[in-house]
C-alpha cells in the first residue's frame, strides 16, 4: 500500500539553531502535502501545506520544500523557540480526500 | 463555531463491552474521518466519509462501525471492546475540493479510551 516516510523520529536542537524534517511518500498522485504540529495532550494542528504545483512556501519562521521528481518535502523551521518543542507529523494527500501520515517526528528545543 | 466536537473526553471500558464515540462538525464539511493514535505513534485511518450515507474503511477497520446520516455527526461504534483498542481517537473534518481535490483537516479534541 501507500505510505509516507519520516525521519528522524527524534530531532534536538538547541534554542535559536535551524530545525528539518524531511518525508517521502510513494503514490506518485499525491497533490496536496500538509505539515501538522502536535502538542503533548492536544490535538494535530495545521502549520503549514503545499500543493504539488509549488515548489516551496514560507510562513514567517516555518517553510516548506517539494521535490515532485524524487517524491519528497521537507518543514525547515528558523529561528527555533522553545514553544517550536512538539511533535510534527508531515502527510500526503491519497485518493477520495485521505491523508496518509507519516510516524511524527520530536522537536526537543534545547535551551 | 465550535469547530469539531467529540464526547467523551475519557472512557474507561471492559473487554466486551459496547460503546458509540460521538464526533460532530458545524463547518459544513462533507468529508469526516475517524484515526486512533497510539502511545508515540502516528495517526491511522479507521473509517471515513466523503459526505452523508456514504462511508468507507481505512487503514484499521476491524472491531469499529461507523454512520453518516447528516453532514454534521459521524459517530463511531466499537462492537466488543479489546485491550489491543486501548488508544486516543480523534475525529477529524474538512470540505472536499473540486475534482478530488483535498484541503485542511481539523481535529476534534479527541477521546482517551482504555479497555480493560
Known amino acids: 500500500g501507500e505510505n509516507v516516510e519520516q525521519h528522524p523520529s527524534t530531532l534536538s536542537v538547541q534554542e535559536g539553531d535551524s530545525a528539518v524534517i524531511k518525508c517521502t511518500y510513494s503514490?506518485?498522485?499525491?497533490?496536496?502535502f500538509p505539515w501538522y504540529k502536535q502538542e503533548l495532550g492536544k490535538r494535530p494542528q495545521l502549520i503549514i501545506d503545499?500543493?504539488?504545483n509549488v515548489g516551496e512556501k514560507k510562513d514567517q519562521r516555518i517553510a516548506v520544500t517539494l521535490n515532485k521528481t524524487a517524491k519528497h518535502f521537507s518543514l525547515h523551521i528558523t529561528e527555533t523557540q522553545p514553544e517550536d518543542s512538539a511533535v510534527y507529523f508531515c502527510?500526503?494527500?491519497?485518493?477520495?480526500?485521505?491523508?496518509?501520515w507519516g510516524a511524527g517526528t520530536k522537536l526537543i528545543i534545547k535551551p | 463555531n465550535a469547530g469539531v466536537t467529540q464526547t467523551p473526553k475519557f472512557q474507561v471500558l471492559k473487554t466486551g463491552q459496547s460503546m458509540t464515540l460521538q464526533c460532530a462538525q458545524d463547518?459544513?464539511?462533507?468529508?469526516m474521518s475517524w484515526y486512533r493514535q497510539d502511545p508515540g505513534m502516528g495517526l491511522r485511518l479507521i473509517h471515513y466519509?466523503?459526505?452523508?450515507?456514504?462511508?468507507d474503511q481505512g487503514e484499521v477497520p476491524n472491531g469499529y462501525n461507523v454512520s453518516r446520516s447528516t453532514t454534521e455527526d459521524f459517530p463511531l461504534r466499537l462492537l466488543s471492546a479489546a485491550p489491543s483498542q486501548t488508544s486516543v481517537y480523534f475525529c477529524?473534518?474538512?470540505?472536499?475540493?473540486?475534482?478530488?481535490?483535498?484541503?485542511?483537516?481539523?481535529f476534534g479534541p479527541g477521546t482517551r479510551l482504555t479497555v480493560t
Open positions: 477529524a473534518s474538512s470540505r472536499r475540493g473540486l475534482a478530488g481535490s483535498t484541503y485542511e483537516q481539523y
Open positions: 466519509s466523503v459526505g452523508a450515507g456514504i462511508t
Open positions: 503545499i500543493r504539488s
Open positions: 503514490d506518485s498522485a499525491s497533490n496536496y
Open positions: 463547518m459544513n464539511h462533507e468529508y
Open positions: 502527510a500526503a494527500s491519497l485518493s477520495n480526500y485521505q491523508l496518509i
